[in-house]
């Protein structure tokens, strides 16, 4: 697989801990070659000074010996103080440094400088312990705000989930999980994997596993789309239960519901069934990636194969009938089928009908004078019609 190197570095947020003293780290999500993810904490120091290293490296590089040769970023140096606001404003700024560190040359981008500094450490895997004075604050750069550096975060408090079952990993970046842990959801992925930290862990876990602590979670998910979506298969699946879709790579088909479990009602024609988003794209992107994310870690399971789930709530989750799903979708098909009708009808020019030829009329004689009435009657009858007028 040749030399490893980084793909991707994805400024997660900070967190503002306690202990020894109150101080801040950044959070990167470090994508590898090998399709692997890690989370790294960095002080804000410690990027500093990785960033002067790498400068006296690269002295052509970083402008040393002519300003117009210069790509390595830019960074500001680190303030005697460095507050909450000082962090969260920066974060546009590690946003577009890291950015930039990914798409220089391979000499800088994947020398073991860069390579080093963002590897797992120890200290990375081992969370503050419960005995400190204050468990750490955590905040997330919201989505949206990765791509512009002009967003600045506000702070968002990670959701606390409890596991459901037992649940044993499969590879290493997943995680252990057994009932009744608690987690700290870090990141939710559309394709049913959750980025998730206990007090000694991190780690992928299915969200099929997890339930939140104040209510059942149909709140979270989206409401059905009947309009559909329209998606393409970039991997076959056969169906092992009743309720799912079997498709080849390359089917096109429209996604109706997005679960959080990662199994997503799909239409296809009439028929509707369950189907991994894992293994669906949205029709014209590249799927390259995806697929060696498949490679490296396969659908996460469904809440319906867990054996023995143990919820702490009393109302179940309710879910919606595939009868119900059919029923919505032939509904909105045959009214999707009306509406073009209409509308063709609308658009196609009305031709009126010919008329027909005008008839001619008969002409209508003159009306005779009254002299000329009289002159034609008789004389008793002249004296009946004088007298009456």
């Not at 073991?112 to 750069?141: A, G, I, W």
Request: charged share 30%; hydrophobic share 30%.
């Amino acid at each position: 697989m040749g030399d490893p190197f980084i793909r991707h570095i994805v400024l997660l947020g900070f967190e503002k801990r306690f202990a020894p003293s109150q101080h801040f780290v950044y959070m990167f999500l470090v994508k590898w070659q090998d399709l692997s993810e890690k989370v790294v904490y960095r002080r804000f120091t410690e990027i500093y000074e990785f960033h002067k290293l790498l400068k006296e490296m690269f002295p052509i590089e970083s402008g040393q010996i002519s300003s117009e040769n210069r790509i390595i970023p830019h960074l500001p140096a680190p303030r005697w103080f460095d507050g909450q606001r000082t962090t969260e404003n920066r974060q546009g700024t590690l946003t577009e440094y890291c950015n930039t560190l990914m798409n220089l040359p391979t000499k800088i981008s994947r020398c073991s400088h860069v390579l080093d500094f963002f590897k797992v450490r120890p200290d990375d895997l081992k969370l503050p312990s419960d005995n400190q004075v204050k468990k750490p604050e955590t905040y997330l750069m919201p989505k949206d705000s990765r791509n512009n550096v002009s967003d600045i975060t506000g702070p968002i408090i990670l959701q606390t989930y409890r596991v459901i079952a037992d649940y044993e990993k499969n590879s290493n970046t997943e995680m252990t999980l057994k009932l009744g842990d608690l987690v700290d959801v870090v990141e939710k992925g559309q394709s049913g994997w959750w980025f998730c930290q206990t007090k000694a862990k991190r780690g992928w876990v299915p969200a099929s596993y997890l339930e939140p602590m104040d209510s059942p979670d149909e709140s979270e998910e989206q409401e059905p789309n009947y309009e559909g979506e329209p998606y393409v298969t970039i991997k076959n699946y056969t169906a092992v239960e009743e309720d799912e879709m079997t498709l080849e790579e390359g089917d096109t088909i429209e996604v109706i519901h997005k679960l959080l479990d990662g199994w997503w009602v799909v239409r296809k024609g009439d028929i509707t069934g369950y189907f991994p988003s894992m293994y669906l794209q949205k029709s014209g992107q590249d799927n390259t990636q995806a697929k060696n994310l498949i490679k490296k870690r396969g659908a996460p399971p469904r809440r319906s194969s867990i054996r023995n789930p143990q919820s702490m709530h009393k109302l179940a989750r309710k879910r919606i009938s595939q009868d119900s799903y059919r029923r919505n979708s032939v509904k909105y098909i045959q009214q999707r089928k009306m509406s073009r009708q209409l509308s063709a009808q609308k658009e196609q020019p009305i031709e009126e009908s010919p008329k027909p030829p005008m008839q001619p009329q008969p002409a209508v004689p003159p009306r005779p004078s009254q002299d000329l009435i009289l002159n034609r009657c008789s004389e008793s009858t002249k004296r009946k019609l004088m007298t009456t007028v």
